[in-house]
């Protein structure tokens, strides 16, 4: 049998990465950026597309009918090629931005940062083990469809996230690392996640018990709110040298002065537990997992449908919309008309409706879940939740 060789996977979209480069022309993958890694000396320039990548990370599915799709690299591109339209939108919004770009690509792009970066296989396999510790029975899935599980287990938890834009200067730039986030407490605010937008943006992710995520934009459009927020040099300092002491590898910037300026923070790695981090990470109830496929099927209706008051899910138009279908194999007709009994998929989640709000409640107080936690808990003193 012929070797087939290892595909490169990207884990950071080079779109992305592209939008931290000083170059303002030509594609983003092909923009010139100013990387520095921990252990190899100086900095250097690279294309957009040449870092944020491993060979083998991804396997292709063993059975594409079964799965849906030909490739993981095929479910990433689903929402990376709405990625640098969704963060312009973001980043120039003005309290509100489209619910169709913020569902569709920034909630996947952030929720992919947690699934797809090289770090995931060593946080699976530390998982797994506290689990069979506990003794709880673990499905012998491959890491790469574990990634699937976990991105779909994140959706909801990004959804409920407030979302505030951090805006910064031509003076004072923003890096990001291979990650694409890092923990970030500012004063008076809850600890929450700080991702990098491009070298003036960001967005901090606090999570809410309870928030509105859709809002009605005229007649006919769903919107979601965004906040925003003018950064202090001295904050904008203090997130680089972050972004820069919880990097796996190396950091991103537009010049070689500034990862420069983060050389003494690179070598000062702190070590970073993503499977609680900033409290974003957290336990999901099985039908909270589908809210994101039900939020984004209220797209085909207008705000003031009746038929939104049922959170049905329709498989067809989140095909028309998406590859990111919930991974479990659940008969189509059920899925569609999103009741029946004893389904996780069917079950109403934590999705509700306010006159022509929709809100998103998360529920924490499983009996079950505190039994579980007081059985696994890290090795830092913090509880696997």
Not at 72 to 77: A, I, M, P, T
Not at 354 to 379: K, M, N, S
Request: hydrophobic fraction near 40%.
């Amino acid at each position: 049998m012929d070797h087939v060789p290892e595909v490169r996977s990207h884990y950071l979209p080079a779109s992305y990465l592209g939008g931290f480069s000083l170059q303002s022309q030509g594609k983003l993958r092909e923009r010139p950026v100013c990387v520095l890694r921990r252990n190899d000396g100086g900095p250097f320039v690279t294309k957009a597309e040449g870092i944020g990548w491993k060979r083998g990370l991804d396997i292709e599915p063993d059975d594409p009918t079964r799965d849906g799709f030909k490739s993981f690299e095929e479910v990433w591109g689903s929402y990376e090629s709405l990625l640098p339209e969704a963060i312009c939108e973001l980043v120039g919004s003005a309290g509100s931005m489209a619910a169709e770009l913020w569902l569709l690509a920034l909630v996947p792009f952030v929720g992919g940062l947690f699934a797809r970066g090289p770090d995931f296989e060593r946080r699976v396999r530390q998982r797994h083990r506290l689990f069979q510790e506990a003794g709880i029975p673990l499905d012998d899935e491959p890491i790469s469809r574990s990634r699937l599980f976990e991105l779909h287990r994140m959706l909801p938890l990004v959804m409920a996230c407030r979302w505030r834009v951090l805006h910064t200067s031509e003076q004072h730039p923003l890096v990001t690392n291979d990650l694409g986030y890092a923990p970030y407490v500012p004063a008076g605010w809850h600890a929450g996640v700080v991702v990098p937008l491009n070298r003036l943006a960001a967005v901090a992710l606090t999570l809410q018990p309870k928030r509105v995520i859709l809002l009605q934009q005229g007649l006919h459009e769903w919107a979601t709110p965004v906040d925003h927020v003018e950064m202090q040099p001295q904050e904008v300092r203090e997130v680089n040298e972050r972004m820069a002491q919880v990097s796996q590898e190396f950091i991103v910037a537009d010049t070689q002065a500034h990862t420069l300026q983060l050389k003494s923070a690179i070598q000062k790695p702190l070590q970073l537990n993503p499977d609680n981090v900033g409290g974003l990470l957290g336990y999901t109830r099985p039908e909270f997992v589908y809210d994101w496929a039900r939020a984004v099927t209220l797209l085909k209706f207008s705000p003031l449908d009746y038929r939104v008051a049922s959170f049905e899910i329709d498989v067809q138009f989140l095909l028309s919309k998406t590859l990111l279908i919930p991974p479990l194999s659940i008969n189509g007709d059920a899925m569609t008309r999103g009741s029946s009994g004893g389904n996780v998929f069917g079950a109403r989640g934590g999705l509700y409706q306010q006159g022509t709000h929709i809100g998103l409640t998360l529920v924490r107080d499983d009996p079950a879940l505190e039994r579980l936690r007081l059985r696994i808990r890290l090795p830092n003193g913090e509880w696997l939740t």
